[in-house]
Each structure stands twice: as structure tokens, then as C-alpha cells.
């Protein structure tokens, strides 16, 4: 019988995320043991969220609550649950100096008597508008080293830096199973929660996403009100040529987090562009653009707000909306050139 070895991919199956983490500080020094525990205390929020998502119909948390949040759209019961599990399961460990949600107008500010050098901004849970047919919906989630001296004295500077400076990002997905995606900047790597023992563990190893894709993520419902280089590049995409793969296949669910995951696996491009109606784009940069495009970068992937790496825009304000366009790098770098008017 052929012995068993330990970096044998059968055993990622055996590999939690706490021993994942405790591989990885050894792998990479850098990281430090503070971002582990943050990585940590977001995991076992994310079980919180979990455990209710997936009993939301039974908990009475379905449905909206009948007020708005700073974005002006009406907020699902099950928003502000994972809002408020999100805050006190990671607030009351006292690693963050500072917290930023889609949900709060402005910034949440920890005890000042246990604050760290830290910033965390996040989407409680993207894609809820789904939340009550079923579809799948998600945390998605960003820290910052924050640049006051002083964690006491912590403020909104410390979370408008651009996100080239995050430090780790990642999201978890709600689906036909729960997986944690996560980058500190050395690879991507994902996990599916085991029910039946409580933990996370190693599932996607190393993500890769596909120079290029075969799908396309874009509401073509919109059609009226996109400028004519997203049509252009959108009719590119249904055109026949081998070569390229072309025609692509349209996969579309409306929540975010759902439509990244497929394409990061499995090669695409999303496409949210600035529309008539939105002329600064919808999604928020900081919550989602700035963490899902840390992590498709550090998996060989690319994204871009049309005209400018996403990465590299320096916010203004915490509830600043951006266009995107993120996924394989050769589909986002065709999707630029139709943009920028040079197809």
C-alpha cells in the first residue's frame, strides 16, 4: 500500500483553516499573526451568518425590515441580522481600531479601550434582494492596516486608502454549500464549511482563474441605458470565432459574490459598467470592488473601472461607487479597449 504523504492533495480534505493559517505565517513571515486572527475572528462570523441564512425562512428574517440604508435601497431583515452579528463577533475582540459597512452611513468606532492597528470594511451580506427565492447571497470583506499612530484616535482616513494597501481580503458564498475565499496577497485559496464538525476546510487550493473565459456576467436588461462601447463589447462577446471562443455563454444571477466565484473558477468576465442612470457606476468600491479585485489580481485575473486599474483609485468617500469590469485577464483587457474607443 503507497504510504499517505502530508502534502498529498487528498489531504486537504484533512486541513482546517486554522492549519492552513499556521502554514501559511510559516510559508510567509510577513503575515503577520495579527491578520491571521482577523482572518479568524471573519470566519467565525461568517458561521454566525451562516446559520441563519440557511434557516431564514423558519427565523422570521425574511423579507425587509422597512427602512433604507445610506445607498437608498430598502434593507432585507436578514441584512441587518448579518450586519449586527458581523459587528459584535469581530467588534468585541478588539483587533479592529475601526469598521466600515454598506449598511452604516458612517464609520463604526470599537471601545476605545481595545482597539488594533486595523480597519475592516465590509458587505454584510451581497446579493440579499435574492435572499427570499432562494439564490445565493454572500459576506464580502476587506482589512486595511489603518495609518494613525494612535488606534485610539482612529478615524475615516484610516479607511479611504486605495486597495492596493489592503493587507487580506476575501468573501464568503451561501450556496448549495458555504465556501470562504481569502488572499493576503500570496495566492488565493478557498474553503467549504463541513456542517457535520463545524470547521472550514481546504478545498481550492492555489486559485487560478483562466486567462480567458467562456462566460460573460452583465444585466443586459439594462440595455437602454449602456453606453455604446459596454454594446459593442457585449455583441463581441455573442459573436462566432473560434479562435477565441467566441460565442461566450451569458451566466447571470444578480448577486455579485455568485457571479465572481463561477468566473473565478471557471474564467469569465463581469460586466457593471457606468450607466445613464448610474454615471458613476452602482457597486460600491470600497465593500466589493476593492476586496474581489485584490483577490481575482492575486489569482492571475484583472479589474479595472474601464479606465483605470481598480486597485489604484485613492477613495473619497466610503460609500463611493465605482463601474467594473473584473475576471480573466484577456476578457477584461478586450472589455477596456472597447471602453476606451480603440474597437
Request: charged share 25%; proline share 4%.
Amino acid at each position: 500500500m503507497d504510504p499517505i504523504t502530508l502534502n498529498d492533495p487528498a489531504m486537504n480534505k484533512l486541513t482546517t483553516i486554522e492549519s492552513h493559517f499556521l502554514q501559511q505565517q510559516k510559508l510567509y513571515p510577513e503575515v503577520n499573526a495579527e491578520v491571521i486572527d482577523l482572518l479568524h475572528d471573519v470566519a467565525f462570523a461568517a458561521k454566525l451568518v451562516r446559520r441563519e441564512v440557511v434557516r431564514a425562512g423558519l427565523a422570521d428574517i425574511l423579507g425587509l425590515t422597512g427602512s433604507t440604508n445610506v445607498q437608498g435601497e430598502e434593507v432585507k431583515k436578514l441584512d441587518l441580522f448579518a450586519n449586527e452579528k458581523i459587528i459584535c463577533a469581530i467588534g468585541q475582540h478588539g483587533r479592529f481600531a475601526i469598521m466600515g459597512s454598506e449598511e452604516n452611513d458612517s464609520i463604526i468606532i470599537p471601545p476605545k479601550n481595545e482597539t488594533g492597528n486595523y480597519a475592516l470594511l465590509f458587505d454584510p451580506l451581497d446579493g440579499s434582494s435574492n435572499i427570499d427565492v432562494n439564490v445565493s447571497v454572500g459576506t464580502i470583506f476587506s482589512i486595511y492596516r489603518i495609518k494613525s499612530e494612535d488606534p485610539g484616535n482612529a478615524s475615516l482616513a484610516d479607511c479611504l486608502q486605495s486597495g492596493a494597501e489592503q493587507v487580506a481580503a476575501g468573501y464568503v458564498i451561501y450556496g448549495s454549500s458555504v465556501v470562504m475565499v481569502y488572499t493576503t496577497g500570496h495566492g488565493v485559496h478557498g474553503f467549504t464549511y463541513d456542517p457535520t464538525i463545524g470547521e472550514f476546510l481546504l478545498s481550492h487550493e492555489n486559485i487560478i482563474t483562466p486567462e480567458r473565459g467562456k462566460y460573460y456576467s452583465a444585466n443586459e436588461g439594462s440595455w437602454a441605458q449602456l453606453n455604446d462601447g459596454t454594446k459593442r463589447f457585449l455583441d463581441y462577446l455573442k459573436e462566432e470565432d473560434a479562435e477565441t471562443g467566441r460565442p461566450y455563454s451569458t451566466r447571470y444571477i444578480g448577486s455579485l459574490v455568485a457571479d465572481f466565484h463561477r468566473n473565478l473558477l471557471t474564467g469569465g468576465v463581469f460586466v457593471y459598467p457606468a450607466t445613464k442612470k448610474h454615471k458613476q457606476g452602482k457597486l460600491r468600491l470600497m465593500y466589493e470592488a476593492n476586496p474581489l479585485s485584490f483577490i481575482c489580481e492575486q489569482a492571475g485575473g484583472r479589474a479595472t473601472d474601464g479606465e483605470r486599474r481598480i486597485l489604484d483609485i485613492v477613495p473619497e468617500e466610503l460609500h463611493q461607487r465605482t463601474p467594473l469590469y473584473i475576471g480573466s485577464k484577456e476578457d477584461v483587457l478586450v472589455a477596456e479597449e472597447f471602453e476606451q474607443g480603440k474597437r
